[in-house]
């Protein structure tokens, strides 16, 4: 049986700007607040914008409107993919006061630096979508991430047989492009794939192909690794197990510049981009994890924190590195292919107009398989 790759591997979008939101509470301000002279008493620590555009369209305005009709005074910071920077406004919050520090880490040493420069300053710390290895937060807030690779296998598997690559002997090709290997979530991502999935490898079901961790989560370095794969194995590649969006994204890009036609393809984080491949027929499905739900959760236990009441938590997610058994709310995620995509506009994750528009505004109205002959 292969070794599962140490993963990694989110979006087909450049880098963004910056997106920092520093606020104060409404007018009428809580009691904590005007015992700390309107310092800031929350802060979010986000990574970057090239990952994911969820950072940008969904996370820092969720984060502040709960925070700012919860009366608290808060900072959402985001660092743009730099360690350095994300260490330096950590420290800036614990210097403005900070009761409660939501961390998403880019990495676990540079999340377990500001926790531990937090707990010895006696602010709490929340670990928010990415547990860090090895720190010491509260709680930590994200959805069942192990779940997550196991809904991409099963759907990778059901858009094998819907093309009829499984079965009589044809033990089809699947590559594999995980996340980033600094990022414990794309371990969990391909964790739980690979429960599916090797069990189906070994019964002759299909075959391995390449495997790569995508370092950064980088959709440059992602088209590039999938391009290599492509070259390695001459075109023979029936199947992708891609860990987001944006390296599907990448996936996609080259098989066209390749003239290739479309293969089986999983996504995740259901952006604008992964459904419009999804409704064009160039990739088979994403999974939607409600980031408005996670992040009123988030919101919801820092500010139980800050107020001193109980934080409600439905589990426990270990860390191997830290020894420990953190208590966590996990939120559910769910599969989002052509036959359901429209729940994302009628939940208000998207809206139509950000993916039904030019190439893509006739694939909203009719779709054509791409696994027809």
Same mark, same amino acid.
């Given at each position: 049986?292969?070794?599962?790759?140490?993963?990694?591997?989110?979006?087909?979008?450049?880098?963004?700007?910056?997106?920092?939101?520093?606020?104060?509470? %409404?007018?009428?301000?809580?009691?904590?607040?005007?015992?700390?002279?309107?310092?800031?008493?929350?802060?979010?620590?986000?990574?970057?914008?090239? *990952?994911?555009?969820?950072?940008?369209?969904?996370?820092?305005?969720?984060?502040?409107?709960?925070?700012?009709?919860?009366?608290? &005074?808060?900072?959402?910071?985001?660092?743009?993919? =730099?360690?350095n920077?994300?260490?330096?406004?950590?420290?800036?919050?614990?210097?403005?006061?900070?009761?409660?520090?939501?961390?998403?880490?880019?990495?676990?040493?540079?999340?377990? %630096?500001?926790? #531990?420069?937090?707990?010895?300053?006696?602010?709490?710390?929340?670990?928010? =979508?990415r547990?860090?290895?090895?720190?010491?937060? %509260?709680?930590?807030?994200?959805?069942?991430?192990?779940?997550?690779?196991?809904?991409?296998?099963?759907?990778?598997?059901?858009?094998?047989?819907?093309?009829?690559?499984?079965?009589?002997? #044809?033990?089809?090709v699947?590559?594999?492009?995980?996340?980033?290997?600094t990022?414990?979530?794309?371990?969990?991502?391909?964790?739980?794939?690979?429960?599916?999935? /090797?069990?189906?490898?070994?019964?002759?079901?299909?075959?391995?192909?390449?495997?790569?961790?995508?370092?950064?989560? /980088?959709?440059?370095?992602?088209? &590039?690794?999938f391009?290599?794969?492509?070259t390695? &194995?001459?075109? #023979?590649?029936?199947?992708?197990?891609?860990?987001? =969006?944006?390296?599907?994204? *990448?996936?996609?890009? /080259?098989?066209q510049?390749?003239?290739?036609?479309?293969?089986?393809? &999983?996504? !995740?984080?259901?952006t604008?981009?992964?459904? !419009?491949?999804?409704?064009?027929?160039?990739?088979?499905?994403?999974?939607?994890?409600?980031?408005?739900?996670?992040? #009123?959760?988030?919101?919801?236990?820092?500010?139980?924190?800050?107020?001193?009441?109980?934080?409600?938590?439905?589990?426990?997610?270990? /860390?191997?590195?830290?020894?420990?058994?953190?208590? *966590?709310?996990?939120?559910?995620?769910m599969i989002?292919?052509?036959?359901?995509?429209?729940?994302l506009?009628?939940?208000?994750?998207?809206?139509?107009?950000?993916?039904?528009?030019?190439?893509?505004?006739?694939?909203?109205?009719?779709?054509?398989?791409?696994?027809? %002959?």
């Amino acid at each position: 049986m292969k070794k599962l790759l140490i993963v990694g591997a989110l979006s087909l979008i450049a880098v963004m700007l910056a997106i920092t939101v520093t606020a104060c509470g %409404s007018k009428k301000k809580s009691s904590s607040t005007s015992a700390n002279g309107g310092k800031t008493e929350v802060c979010a620590l986000l990574p970057d914008t090239k *990952s994911s555009v969820r950072y940008q369209l969904f996370d820092a305005p969720l984060l502040s409107a709960a925070f700012k009709a919860a009366g608290v &005074t808060y900072s959402v910071v985001n660092a743009q993919g =730099d360690t350095n920077t994300q260490i330096t406004q950590g420290q800036t919050c614990i210097t403005n006061g900070a009761k409660v520090i939501l961390v998403d880490a880019l990495d676990s040493g540079t999340g377990a %630096s500001i926790e #531990k420069a937090a707990k010895t300053a006696g602010v709490k710390t929340i670990d928010y =979508d990415r547990l860090v290895l090895g720190g010491s937060a %509260s709680y930590y807030v994200s959805f069942n991430n192990v779940t997550v690779g196991k809904l991409q296998a099963q759907a990778l598997i059901a858009a094998m047989n819907a093309k009829g690559l499984i079965g009589a002997g #044809k033990k089809p090709v699947v590559a594999e492009l995980d996340g980033a290997p600094t990022d414990n979530n794309a371990t969990l991502f391909a964790q739980g794939a690979h429960t599916v999935l /090797d069990p189906l490898e070994k019964k002759g079901e299909f075959q391995w192909g390449p495997q790569q961790a995508v370092t950064n989560w /980088d959709n440059t370095i992602a088209a &590039t690794d999938f391009n290599q794969m492509l070259t390695k &194995t001459g075109n #023979k590649i029936d199947a992708v197990l891609s860990a987001n =969006d944006g390296l599907a994204g *990448s996936v996609v890009t /080259d098989l066209q510049n390749h003239k290739l036609n479309p293969v089986p393809l &999983t996504g !995740q984080d259901a952006t604008p981009g992964g459904v !419009q491949n999804i409704i064009s027929g160039w990739q088979s499905m994403t999974v939607y994890k409600p980031v408005p739900l996670e992040a #009123k959760a988030a919101a919801a236990a820092a500010i139980a924190i800050i107020k001193g009441t109980a934080v409600k938590t439905n589990g426990t997610v270990n /860390d191997s590195v830290g020894k420990r058994n953190v208590p *966590s709310i996990l939120e559910t995620p769910m599969i989002v292919n052509m036959a359901n995509y429209q729940i994302l506009f009628s939940q208000k994750f998207l809206t139509k107009s950000a993916v039904c528009v030019g190439a893509f505004k006739k694939d909203c109205k009719t779709y054509t398989t791409p696994y027809a %002959s």
